[in-house]
């Protein structure tokens, strides 16, 4: 039993990291999927505080942000800082922040855990590779879903945590109440991530608790139910909702489920059923459906040769109840709750897909939260974590078989047993990262550059301080540069179609030139595809896609080319709109943005009076305010904000959800410091062994 | 449906003869085992059953570990026992091990049936095992069926796959007319078929009929291996398939160099060639 890691071992699983991850480890830019590319500019312009308005929702047009404050200070905050103190470009940037801290927080995370239940560090490392290097979490990481990726990483933490306040609470120690605080902290941290598995990870550990809870009942005398619930329930419960307040307070007070702002079509059946790419046996095989061309909704054939994984995981249950030593007992537990566990997740990740496909349908719609997981696959965390353990567990229980040939020779049974695990291993990994070690898996495990013509265009951009919108056909590219001053529009999202011949179709309106000045648009720009994820023809890039709508655009006669941005195409919209405006009225005035959510009109000469737009979508929840006098606003061309002002020389625009943000972010800082205090007070006593 | 009756024939299993947990997962490894094999047969419906069924009876395992940890073990026949069973005694075979099964079953049936006046429990035993037989009867034949569909399905996919059988001659100077014989070439007004060597698509076609190509080979072709094939585009539920046919090699050589091995080739093959080859080529 190899209670600290061997070098030998920490170099294998250093080499295996290294080749699977190997271009995280060079100094060149990698993108996927949701990871997009951020110029130092762009970073500036962060706000440091959580605001309740962002000027890129709603398609550009701006649009209520509260429900999705929760990675704020987690992510934004961290990226703000980072980025302005240090001149790191987005190639070192997205490293600190994203791709080393979810290699680093994984690595440990599980390889802590697995050593708590091993007490072997070799079996722990070994864990710790099947969590980090597995398919859901290879596709997930290479499709740029970062925070994800994150919040994943995060999970063998909290189930380690937790399980061991249960514990200590059953075995009667004294750190319980620390435990329940760290507890607390660290699913706030994963709620932070990501919500959803945050859910999952509750989930998981749920089936702990009811064990747990069960063991409590049996004991004498009943009333420790209380404490239990507690310190296993209420604690924690009340850290995350009360360190998560900032976002939470404003979605209680002012709704925005933001599921439900991405309209009803995402909550029916029909959604649930598409999104349910995996099948049985690919949940049960922890194999990702889109394994590994990771092209959302191609799924790929079904490779039997995962079904190694389940056989090796499963086949830990040969083990249980064949000794009854306490510590062979205590095994037989995390064998059993694995397990379940790993059914539980195949059974919840192959979604509305048979054997009882409807149950999953009707969790979607009875139990709350569920209607996060419109896309089931999210639960393959249960699986990952429950086989990354087993597995290891497997091949220690192998170890003891008593085999009659090596009875009598217990080293040759040793080297025997080795070489099987070497086997194991190099069989699992020959089937699982094939695709990875050859350098077939696409996103982030791919290199990219950054082009000149898009640097240009940025440089452009910048240079210009008058407010103005740009439109993108068919929508906003990866490279693509925005700022508050300068915000996108994704053509495709805005008019609501999804090709870009639709969008150009909608530019040949009559109206269409009025719109877009009224949209404050002055740029229409077609992107050059550098990613080939824009102009696509079933599934593939087509440069006809690309040249067509090029030359459709220029036969528009209200857009004037603009040249010097290379494969870039710029047309220009002539007299855009400022960000306010007159509907009708007379006098100048002038504005700035003091914060997202606060803006001030200044009169010039005289006083403001008449109809003034804002152009941002419209949310009765602007308000216009000047003296004592508050106008609320009043919808304008199907789709701005106005505001009725009369004989006014400053009028206050503010966003008055955004109070909600601050009520939250005064109980979020005060939970944090409570919870630090108590912390510091609480006595930490060996809660690590009690798992 | 087909899968639970199986399943409760497993859970009967269980409750008659008590077999432990590792009994249950030693089915499972076994099921594991003839995944693979069923998808090298292309038996894939039958194979993603096999899936549900041991997922399925995993879960049964585990809740009879469950059960067996609250109480007594040795109530249950264990899989270690079988194991240790089977190393410690000399040539014991995998026929004897079954014939111990077979014989401590029947043992056990025999207490229960074999009585003078059969108990209503033990009628509704014998019963119950008639029904669930037939049910898994009945399963397997369900089973059955879905994999035929699905070879059915297998088959209409086929009609539209061209087969090149014969290509004829293979060495060929620039200006030979090649025949190509084979099945389910349609017909080239088609559009959607075509002929294309590695280059792109051959246009020049002399003869097109659902059984045999004509062409000439064009003057500016480069010399070497040329590989022909016959690509067929068809929309099936709005989705575009390209199906290809086997691919068919012949040897273009030049006129203009010296006299090589290709060359004697070239003649020789006109000894075995058809007189419709032979015709269409001024031969």
Redesign the interface.
């Known amino acids: 039993m190899n209670k600290t890691p061997s070098v030998v071992h920490v170099f294998v699983f250093g080499i295996i990291i290294y080749i699977i991850f190997k271009l995280w480890f060079y100094p060149v830019l990698v993108m996927g999927g949701d990871l997009s590319h951020f110029y130092p500019e762009m970073i500036k312009n962060i706000p440091l505080m959580p605001y309740a308005w962002d000027f890129q929702r709603g398609s550009g047009l701006g649009g209520y942000y509260a429900p999705f404050l929760w990675n704020h200070f987690i992510i934004t905050v961290p990226f703000l800082l980072i980025g302005k103190l240090t001149a790191f470009n987005w190639t070192i940037l997205e490293r600190v922040i994203f791709l080393y801290p979810f290699l680093i927080i994984s690595c440990c995370s599980s390889y802590l855990f697995a050593k708590k239940l091993f007490k072997d560090s070799a079996y722990a490392l070994l864990s710790s590779i099947l969590y980090t290097t597995n398919t859901y979490i290879l596709m997930v990481v290479g499709g740029g879903q970062m925070q994800i990726g994150l919040a994943y990483a995060m999970a063998p933490f909290v189930f380690l945590i937790y399980i061991s306040l249960i514990n200590n609470f059953i075995e009667k120690r004294n750190s319980t109440f620390f435990l329940a605080l760290i507890a607390g902290l660290l699913v706030s941290l994963q709620v932070m991530f990501d919500i959803r598995i945050a859910y999952v990870t509750m989930l998981g550990i749920g089936g702990y608790f009811f064990y747990g809870l069960a063991s409590v009942l049996k004991m004498k005398p009943r009333v420790r139910m209380f404490p239990y619930l507690l310190y296993a329930l209420f604690i924690p419960l009340f850290s995350i909702i009360f360190i998560n307040a900032f976002w939470i307070i404003p979605v209680i007070v002012k709704g925005g489920n933001p599921v439900q702002n991405l309209g009803d079509t995402f909550l029916r059946d029909v959604a649930v059923q598409y999104f349910s790419f995996a ?3 690919y949940s ?1 095989s922890l194999l990702h459906p889109n394994w590994f061309h990771n092209i959302f909704g191609k799924v790929d054939f ?1 490779k ?2 995962f ?1 190694t994984i ?2 090796l995981a ?2 830990s ?2 083990f ?3 000794e009854k030593t306490a510590a062979k007992q205590k095994e ?1 537990k995390y064998i ?1 709750y694995l ?2 566990l790993g ?1 539980f997740g ?2 919840l990740a192959k979604g509305t897909n ?2 009882f496909g409807d149950v999953y349908l009707f969790l979607f719609h009875v139990v709350p939260g569920f209607q996060l997981f419109r896309d089931p696959t999210k639960f393959y965390l249960l699986i990952s974590f429950s086989y990354s353990l087993l597995i290891p567990l497997t091949l220690k229980n192998l170890q003891t078989i ?3 040939f090596f009875k009598k020779r217990s080293a040759h049974k040793k080297i025997f047993m080795s070489l099987l695990f070497s086997f194991l291993l190099l069989f699992y990994l020959f089937f699982l990262l094939k695709p990875a070690i050859q350098g077939n898996l696409s996103g982030t495990f791919k290199s990219t550059s950054l082009p000149e013509d898009y640097i240009k265009l940025k440089n452009f951009l910048v240079s210009d301080n008058a407010y103005y919108r740009t439109l993108w056909v068919p929508t906003v590219q990866k490279f693509a540069f925005y700022s508050s001053n300068h915000p996108a529009i994704g053509g495709e999202g805005f008019f609501k179609v999804n090709s870009s011949s639709a969008v150009i179709n909608k530019l040949k309106n009559r109206n269409a030139n009025i719109l877009l000045q009224e949209l404050s648009v002055r740029y229409v720009i077609v992107p050059f595809d550098a990613e080939k994820e824009l102009f696509m023809r ?1 599934r593939k890039y087509d440069e006809k896609l690309y040249k067509n709508t090029i030359q459709n655009l220029g036969k528009i006669s209200w857009l004037k080319p603009v040249s010097n941005f290379g494969s870039i195409k710029v047309f220009e919209v002539k007299n855009p709109k400022d960000h306010f405006w007159f509907a009708d009225g007379n006098n100048s005035f002038k504005w700035k943005q003091i914060t997202p959510t606060h803006y001030q009109l200044l009169a010039k000469n005289g006083k403001i009076n008449g109809r003034i737009i804002f152009s941002e979508s419209f949310d009765p929840n602007w308000n216009a305010s000047s003296m004592d006098i508050i106008t609320p606003s009043e919808i304008y061309n199907g789709m701005f904000n106005s505001f009725r002002i009369v004989n006014a020389t400053q009028v206050d625009i503010t966003y008055t959800n955004q109070r909600w943000v601050w009520i939250g972010m005064v109980i979020s800082i005060l939970t944090c410091i409570t919870i630090f205090i108590l912390l510091i007070l609480s006595r930490r006593k060996e809660y690590g062994q009690s798992l | 449906m087909s899968l639970f009756f199986l399943l409760i024939f497993w859970i009967f299993i269980i409750f008659r003869y008590k077999t432990g947990s590792s009994i249950t997962f030693l089915l499972v490894t076994l099921l594991f085992f003839i995944y693979p094999f069923l998808l090298l047969y292309s038996l894939s419906v039958l194979a993603e059953q096999i899936v549900t069924l041991i997922f399925l009876i995993i879960f049964i395992g585990i809740l009879q570990n469950i059960w067996e940890s609250q109480h007594q073990q040795r109530k249950f026949i264990q899989f270690n026992v079988l194991f240790s069973a089977v190393f410690s005694t000399r040539n014991l075979s995998f026929l004897d091990i079954c014939s111990l099964f077979i014989r401590e079953a029947m043992s056990r049936i025999s207490k229960r049936v074999i009585i003078r006046k059969p108990s209503f429990s033990s009628i509704l035993t014998i019963l119950l095992i008639g029904v669930i037989m037939s049910f898994s009867l009945y399963t397997v034949w369900v089973m059955y069926e879905n994999q035929r569909k699905l070879d059915d399905e297998k088959k209409a996919w086929n009609y539209l796959i061209p087969n090149i059988e014969q290509v004829e001659p293979k060495v060929v100077y620039r200006g030979t007319k090649i025949r190509i014989k084979g099945k389910q070439f349609k017909f080239q007004d088609l559009a959607r078929i075509k002929l294309v060597n590695q280059y792109g698509e051959i246009k020049n076609v002399d003869y097109w009929s659902d059984s045999k190509i004509i062409f000439t080979v064009p003057l500016d072709w480069k010399t070497g291996k040329i590989s022909l094939w016959i690509q067929n585009e068809d929309n099936w539920e709005g989705k575009k398939h390209i199906f290809h046919s086997n691919i068919a090699t012949i040897t273009l050589i030049d006129t203009k160099s010296n006299w090589t091995s290709e060359d004697y080739a070239y003649f020789d093959q006109i000894k075995y060639l058809d007189k419709e080859v032979l015709k269409l080529n001024g031969i």
């Open positions: 099948k049985l046996e049960f079904m039997s040769g079904l389940p056989l499963y086949a249950l040969f249980v109840n064949v037989t059993v397990s379940l059914i195949s059974f048979p054997p008593e085999l009659p079933d």
